[in-house]
C-alpha cells in the first residue's frame, strides 16, 4: 500500500495512515460539523481540521521536507469552481483511466482535489502538469513540496476512493503513461527532491516591464512555496524577497541597482538550490535590462558559498514566519467583532496590513493609523479612470469614496495630511500644467474688448483636485471638463462643503454626496446668461474631511435618514490620556514616493470592467454575516446601515487589489473586514441613537444594538425573549415575528412543552 500521513492538527506530529484509520478518519462527526460551518462561510475554522500528506511519510513524525521520504502519490488541486462534483463528472472517466486513487470536494465546497501516482522518474511539479495538461485543468501551484497537507472532509464529499490506494504497492503500480521527456539530469526525482529538502528549479518567465513574469506574479511565481517556513505551510518565496528588500534598506534608484540584484541573488540562492534559473524565477529585474540582470544573477550563484545560511537572509525568513502568525491572529481576532458600535473604542486594526497600507501608515505614530488607513481611499480612487467594478447584487460601480474623520479638538486630525499630500502628487502635477493653460487663456481674454476676437475656453483642461470653497458652478463646470476623471478636495472642515450650494437654504451639498455614490447620476443647472454655466453632469467626487464630533453630529443632524451617512466612510481617533507624550510623524520623502509611485501607476493604468472573485466572495461573505447580525439584534438601523458600508468596503478591497498588479494577498480579507466594521463602529456610535430618534422609534440603549440570542439562556421562554427586547428598548409586540425568523434561520427549535431552545450558541 502506499505510504501516507495524517495529522490531527497544522502543527501536529505525522502518523502513516492504514485503511482502517482512513476510514474511521473521514466518517468523524467532529469533521462533517466543522466542514458544514466552512462551507457556510466560516473559512477560519478550516485550518482547525486534521489533515492528510499525500505526498510523503515522515521520519518520527517531524512534518518536514527535511525528514520526508515521497509517498508515490501526487496531489492536485483544482481552487474556485462553483460547482466541483459536476466538474468531477465531466472528467471522471478520463481521471480514472489515467489511474486516479482519490477524488473529493474541498472544505469550502469550492474546489476539487484529486490524487494520482506518481509517475516514475517524474518529480511533483512535472507529474502535477502532466496531469492537469491530460485532464485539461488549471491547478493551484502551491502544493509542490512533500510536507503539503489537505484537509480532510467527511463522509459525503468523497467522490471516489481506489482500493488500490491500500491494497498495491507503488513500486508495482504500472505507470500512468509514458513519460513525455527522457528523465536525466534536468528531472530531479521525487527521492532526490525529498533528500534536498528544496523545490524542483521552475525554468524563468518572460517578465514584463515592472520586471515581473508577463504571464503574472501573482499567478504563478507568488504560489511558490518555500519549504523553510512554518510546516510548508504558506511561506511564498515572493513574501522573502519582499523582507530581504526591507533588512537590505529598500529598492534603490537607478545606478545601484546592478550591486542590489547581486547582493539579492547572494542570498536568495541558499534557499534556491543554488540555481540562477530558480532565483530569475523569485527575483524582479528591478528596471534593469533582462541580459544584464540574469548574468548579474548568474554570478551571484557562482560565487563561493559559507557552509551556514548569512543572518539577513535568516532574518527575512524569521520575518515573514512571524507575519504569518500575526495574520492567524488578526483573523481569529477580527471574526469576533461585529461593528455593532458596542464599547468605547473602536475594533483594533490588524497587525498584518496590506502592503500598500503597510507604506501608506509607516510614517504615522500608531495613534493615528487606523484613521489614516481609511482616509487614504479617497485620493487612491481618484486615480482610477474608466473603471467598475461589479458588486454582488450585479450593479456597477466606480471607485466613489468619501471619508469624514470625526475626533476630538486637538486630536491630530492633520495626521491624514502627509500621506494624501504623496497619493496626490502626480495628480497636482498634471493640474498645476492644466491651472497655467487656464489662467493663460483668462489673461488673453481679459485683455480683448467685450466684441474682439475670443478664443473659446481651451479643449483638454482637465483639473482633478478642486478648492474647498468652489461655487456649484465651478464644480459643475470642473466636472464637465474632467472628462470623467474624479474630482477630488480635502476639507480642513466639513462645513466647507456649504460652498457648493446652490443657495443659502439648500441641501444641495448633501444631495451632490448622495448622487455622487449612485451609478449613472445625474447633476447639472439651466441658466439663460450668455456667461452662465449650464451643464448636466454625471458626479464623481472623491473627497476627505475632518470635523469635531460634536460639529460633526450637528452638521449631519438634519439628513440623518437621508442618505449621506450610510454613503460616507467614517473613522476617528480615540481620545487620549491628559499629558499623553507628543507622537512624532516619519518624513513623507522622495523615497517613501519612489516605494508608492508602483502602486499608483498601477490605478493609473486600469480600465473597463475589473473583476476579482476573492474579492466578491468576501463582499457576499461581509454582507451575509451583517444580515445574520441584524436578525439576531433586530436592530433595523444596524442593517440599512450596513448595505452601503459593505459596497464602501468592497470599492477598498478592489483599490487593493488593482493598485497590487491585480493580485490578491491573504492579508486583504482581515483588512476589509476590519475596516467595514470599523466604520460601521463609528456610524453606529456617532449617529445611531440620533437615527432612531429621528425615525421615530423606540431610542437604543447607550451601549448600541446587542445580539439578542446571546442575551438568552439555552433554553427560555416566550416571556423571556420579550423581557430581553425590552431591556433594549425594542418593541415587545415584535416577539412573535424575531422568534419566527430565528427558527426559520435554524438559531432556535420550539420544544413540546412551550420552551424554546438555542440549536447552537451564537
Given at each position: 500500500?502506499?505510504?501516507?500521513?495524517?495529522?490531527?492538527?497544522?502543527a501536529?506530529?505525522?502518523?502513516?495512515?492504514?485503511?482502517?484509520?482512513?476510514?474511521?478518519?473521514?466518517?468523524?462527526?467532529?469533521?462533517?460539523?466543522?466542514?458544514?460551518?466552512?462551507?457556510?462561510?466560516?473559512?477560519?475554522?478550516?485550518?482547525?481540521?486534521?489533515?492528510?500528506?499525500?505526498?510523503?511519510?515522515?521520519?518520527?513524525?517531524?512534518?518536514?521536507?527535511?525528514?520526508?521520504?515521497?509517498?508515490?502519490?501526487?496531489?492536485?488541486?483544482?481552487?474556485?469552481?462553483?460547482?466541483?462534483?459536476?466538474?468531477?463528472?465531466?472528467?471522471?472517466?478520463?481521471?480514472?483511466?489515467?489511474?486516479?486513487?482519490?477524488?473529493?470536494?474541498?472544505?469550502?465546497?469550492?474546489?476539487?482535489?484529486?490524487?494520482?501516482?506518481?509517475?516514475?522518474?517524474?518529480?511533483?511539479?512535472?507529474?502535477q502538469?502532466?496531469?492537469?495538461?491530460?485532464?485539461?485543468?488549471?491547478?493551484?501551484?502551491?502544493?509542490?513540496?512533500?510536507?503539503?497537507?489537505?484537509?480532510?472532509?467527511?463522509?459525503?464529499?468523497?467522490?471516489?476512493?481506489?482500493?488500490?490506494?491500500?491494497?498495491?504497492h507503488?513500486?508495482?503500480?504500472?505507470?500512468?503513461h509514458?513519460?513525455p521527456?527522457?528523465?536525466?539530469?534536468?528531472?530531479?526525482?521525487?527521492?532526490?527532491?525529498?533528500?534536498?529538502?528544496?523545490?524542483?528549479?521552475?525554468?524563468?518567465l518572460?517578465?514584463?516591464?515592472?520586471?515581473?513574469?508577463?504571464?503574472?506574479?501573482?499567478?504563478?511565481d507568488?504560489?511558490?512555496?518555500?519549504?523553510?517556513?512554518?510546516?510548508?505551510?504558506?511561506?511564498?518565496?515572493?513574501?522573502?524577497?519582499?523582507?530581504?528588500?526591507?533588512?537590505?534598506?529598500?529598492?534603490?534608484?537607478?545606478?545601484?541597482?546592478?550591486?542590489?540584484?547581486?547582493?539579492?541573488?547572494?542570498?536568495?540562492?541558499?534557499?534556491?538550490?543554488?540555481?540562477?534559473?530558480?532565483?530569475?524565477?523569485?527575483?524582479?529585474?528591478?528596471?534593469?535590462?533582462?541580459?544584464?540582470?540574469?548574468?548579474?544573477?548568474?554570478?551571484?550563484?557562482?560565487?563561493?558559498?559559507?557552509?551556514?545560511?548569512?543572518?539577513?537572509?535568516k532574518?527575512?525568513?524569521?520575518?515573514?514566519?512571524?507575519?504569518?502568525?500575526?495574520?492567524?491572529?488578526?483573523?481569529?481576532?477580527?471574526?469576533?467583532?461585529?461593528?455593532?458600535?458596542?464599547?468605547?473604542?473602536?475594533?483594533?486594526?490588524?497587525?498584518?496590513?496590506?502592503?500598500?497600507?503597510?507604506?501608506?501608515v509607516?510614517?504615522?505614530?500608531?495613534?493615528?493609523?487606523?484613521?489614516?488607513?481609511?482616509?487614504?481611499?479617497?485620493?487612491?480612487?481618484?486615480?482610477?479612470?474608466?473603471?467598475?467594478?461589479?458588486?454582488i447584487?450585479?450593479?456597477?460601480?466606480?471607485?466613489?469614496?468619501?471619508?469624514?474623520?470625526?475626533?476630538?479638538?486637538?486630536?491630530?486630525?492633520?495626521?491624514?495630511?502627509?500621506?494624501?499630500?504623496?497619493?496626490?502628487?502626480?495628480?497636482?502635477?498634471?493640474?498645476?500644467?492644466?491651472?497655467?493653460k487656464?489662467?493663460?487663456?483668462?489673461?488673453?481674454?481679459?485683455?480683448?474688448g467685450?466684441?474682439?476676437?475670443?478664443?473659446?475656453?481651451?479643449?483638454?483642461?482637465?483639473?482633478?483636485?478642486?478648492?474647498?470653497?468652489?461655487?456649484?458652478?465651478?464644480?459643475?463646470?470642473?466636472?464637465?471638463?474632467?472628462?470623467?476623471?474624479?474630482?477630488?478636495?480635502?476639507?480642513?472642515?466639513?462645513?466647507?462643503?456649504?460652498?457648493?450650494?446652490?443657495?443659502?437654504?439648500?441641501?444641495?451639498?448633501?444631495?451632490?454626496?448622495?448622487?455622487?455614490?449612485?451609478?449613472?447620476?445625474?447633476y447639472?443647472?439651466?441658466?439663460?446668461?450668455?456667461?452662465?454655466?449650464?451643464?448636466?453632469?454625471?458626479?464623481?467626487?472623491?473627497?476627505?474631511a475632518?470635523?469635531?464630533?460634536?460639529?460633526?453630529?450637528?452638521?449631519?443632524?438634519k439628513?440623518?435618514?437621508?442618505?449621506?451617512?450610510s454613503?460616507?466612510n467614517?473613522?476617528?481617533?480615540?481620545?487620549?490620556?491628559?499629558?499623553?507624550?507628543?507622537?512624532?510623524?516619519?518624513?513623507?520623502?522622495?523615497?517613501?514616493?519612489?516605494?508608492?509611485?508602483?502602486?499608483?501607476?498601477?490605478?493609473?493604468?486600469?480600465?473597463?470592467?475589473?473583476?476579482?472573485?476573492?474579492?466578491?466572495?468576501?463582499?457576499?461573505?461581509?454582507?451575509?454575516?451583517?444580515?445574520?447580525?441584524?436578525?439576531?439584534?433586530?436592530?433595523?438601523?444596524?442593517?440599512?446601515?450596513?448595505?452601503?458600508?459593505?459596497?464602501?468596503?468592497?470599492?477598498?478591497?478592489?483599490?487593493?487589489?488593482?493598485?497590487?498588479?491585480?493580485?490578491?494577498?491573504?492579508?486583504f480579507?482581515?483588512f476589509?473586514?476590519?475596516?467595514?466594521?470599523?466604520?460601521?463602529?463609528?456610524?453606529?456610535?456617532?449617529?445611531g441613537?440620533?437615527?432612531?430618534?429621528?425615525?421615530?422609534?423606540?431610542?437604543?440603549?447607550?451601549?448600541?444594538?446587542?445580539?439578542?440570542?446571546?442575551?438568552?439562556?439555552?433554553?427560555?421562554?416566550?416571556?423571556?425573549?420579550?423581557?430581553?427586547?425590552?431591556?433594549?428598548?425594542?418593541?415587545?409586540?415584535?416577539?412573535?415575528?424575531?422568534?419566527?425568523?430565528?427558527?426559520?434561520?435554524?438559531?432556535?427549535?420550539?420544544?413540546?412543552?412551550?420552551?424554546?431552545?438555542?440549536?447552537?450558541?451564537?
Open positions: 500500500m502506499y505510504r501516507f500521513s495524517f495529522t490531527e492538527s497544522v501536529g506530529k505525522a502518523q502513516e495512515v492504514s485503511r482502517q484509520l482512513f476510514y474511521e478518519i473521514i466518517s468523524r462527526k467532529d469533521i462533517k460539523e466543522k466542514c458544514k460551518l466552512i462551507a457556510e462561510g466560516k473559512i477560519e475554522l478550516k485550518r482547525k481540521l486534521p489533515a492528510f500528506c499525500w505526498h510523503a511519510w515522515f521520519d518520527e513524525g517531524k512534518r518536514k521536507n527535511s525528514c520526508a521520504h515521497p509517498s508515490g502519490l501526487i496531489m492536485i488541486d483544482v481552487d474556485h469552481v462553483d460547482n466541483p462534483r459536476e466538474l468531477y463528472a465531466s472528467i471522471e472517466q478520463k481521471a480514472k483511466e489515467n489511474g486516479l486513487l482519490v477524488a473529493h470536494v474541498t472544505p469550502s465546497t469550492k474546489g476539487l482535489r484529486l490524487v494520482f501516482p506518481l509517475p516514475q522518474g517524474m518529480d511533483i511539479v512535472k507529474a502538469n502532466y496531469y492537469a495538461d491530460i485532464l485539461n485543468l488549471k491547478v493551484d501551484a502551491c502544493t509542490k513540496d512533500l510536507a503539503r497537507l489537505s484537509f480532510v472532509v467527511p463522509e459525503d464529499y468523497w467522490l471516489f476512493i481506489n482500493e488500490e490506494l491500500f491494497t498495491l507503488p513500486a508495482a503500480h504500472p505507470a500512468a509514458p513519460l521527456f527522457p528523465v536525466g539530469k534536468g528531472v530531479p526525482s521525487a527521492e532526490k527532491q525529498a533528500a534536498n529538502s528544496k523545490l524542483v528549479s521552475p525554468l524563468p518572460e517578465r514584463d516591464g515592472r520586471g515581473f513574469p508577463s504571464e503574472g506574479r501573482g499567478e504563478v507568488s504560489k511558490l512555496v518555500s519549504p523553510l517556513l512554518p510546516e510548508g505551510d504558506g511561506g511564498g518565496f515572493e513574501s522573502i524577497v519582499h523582507e530581504l528588500e526591507v533588512l537590505l534598506g529598500g529598492v534603490p534608484m537607478h545606478g545601484s541597482r546592478n550591486q542590489f540584484i547581486y547582493t539579492m541573488a547572494c542570498n536568495l540562492r541558499y534557499i534556491c538550490n543554488h540555481d540562477p534559473e530558480w532565483v530569475a524565477r523569485i527575483l524582479p529585474t528591478y528596471g534593469e535590462a533582462k541580459d544584464k540582470w540574469y548574468s548579474t544573477i548568474k554570478s551571484a550563484c557562482n560565487r563561493a558559498m559559507t557552509v551556514n545560511m548569512p543572518k539577513i537572509m532574518k527575512a525568513i524569521e520575518r515573514v514566519k512571524a507575519r504569518e502568525e500575526e495574520q492567524q491572529e488578526d483573523e481569529e481576532e477580527v471574526e469576533g467583532v461585529d461593528g455593532s458600535g458596542n464599547g468605547t473604542l473602536p475594533p483594533h486594526m490588524p497587525k498584518t496590513l496590506p502592503a500598500m497600507i503597510r507604506l501608506l509607516s510614517k504615522t505614530p500608531d495613534i493615528y493609523k487606523p484613521a489614516v488607513a481609511h482616509a487614504v481611499f479617497p485620493a487612491l480612487a481618484s486615480h482610477l479612470w474608466h473603471t467598475r467594478f461589479k458588486y447584487d450585479n450593479v456597477e460601480h466606480e471607485a466613489t469614496l468619501m471619508n469624514v474623520l470625526m475626533a476630538g479638538t486637538g486630536a491630530g486630525k492633520s495626521c491624514i495630511t502627509g500621506p494624501i499630500d504623496s497619493i496626490m502628487k502626480d495628480i497636482r502635477e498634471r493640474d498645476r500644467i492644466n491651472m497655467e487656464e489662467q493663460q487663456w483668462k489673461d488673453e481674454m481679459s485683455t480683448k467685450a466684441n474682439k476676437d475670443k478664443k473659446k475656453r481651451p479643449e483638454g483642461i482637465i483639473i482633478q483636485e478642486v478648492d474647498a470653497d468652489m461655487t456649484n458652478a465651478a464644480f459643475v463646470l470642473r466636472m464637465a471638463e474632467a472628462e470623467e476623471h474624479f474630482l477630488y478636495v480635502r476639507m480642513n472642515e466639513i462645513e466647507q462643503f456649504n460652498a457648493l450650494k446652490t443657495s443659502a437654504r439648500s441641501d444641495s451639498q448633501f444631495q451632490i454626496m448622495c448622487l455622487a455614490f449612485d451609478p449613472g447620476n445625474s447639472g443647472q439651466t441658466r439663460v446668461g450668455v456667461q452662465s454655466v449650464s451643464k448636466r453632469v454625471t458626479i464623481r467626487f472623491n473627497w476627505n475632518s470635523t469635531t464630533i460634536r460639529k460633526g453630529q450637528q452638521y449631519f443632524a439628513v440623518l435618514t437621508d442618505g449621506p451617512i454613503r460616507i467614517f473613522c476617528t481617533i480615540p481620545e487620549q490620556p491628559i499629558g499623553a507624550e507628543m507622537p512624532v510623524y516619519g518624513k513623507y520623502d522622495a523615497k517613501f514616493d519612489e516605494k508608492l509611485k508602483p502602486y499608483i501607476d498601477n490605478l493609473n493604468a486600469a480600465r473597463g470592467l475589473i473583476e476579482c472573485q476573492e474579492a466578491f466572495a468576501l463582499a457576499q461573505k461581509l454582507h451575509d454575516e451583517n444580515a445574520e447580525f441584524a436578525r439576531l439584534s433586530q436592530s433595523r438601523i444596524f442593517e440599512n446601515l450596513s448595505f452601503r458600508a459593505n459596497v464602501i468596503a468592497y470599492l477598498k478591497a478592489m483599490i487593493l487589489y488593482v493598485a497590487n498588479g491585480y493580485k490578491w494577498e491573504k492579508s480579507e482581515s476589509i473586514r476590519w475596516s467595514e466594521q470599523y466604520d460601521m463602529w463609528c456610524k453606529m456610535h456617532f449617529f441613537e440620533a437615527i432612531e430618534k429621528a425615525n421615530g422609534e423606540v431610542q437604543v440603549t447607550k451601549r448600541g444594538p446587542r445580539n439578542l440570542l446571546e442575551e438568552l439562556p439555552d433554553r427560555f421562554t416566550y416571556d423571556d425573549a420579550v423581557a430581553v427586547r425590552r431591556k433594549q428598548n425594542l418593541h415587545s409586540g415584535k416577539t412573535k415575528n424575531m422568534l419566527s425568523a430565528w427558527k426559520h434561520r435554524g438559531y432556535i427549535v420550539e420544544t413540546t412543552n412551550g420552551m424554546w431552545e438555542k440549536v447552537f450558541s451564537k
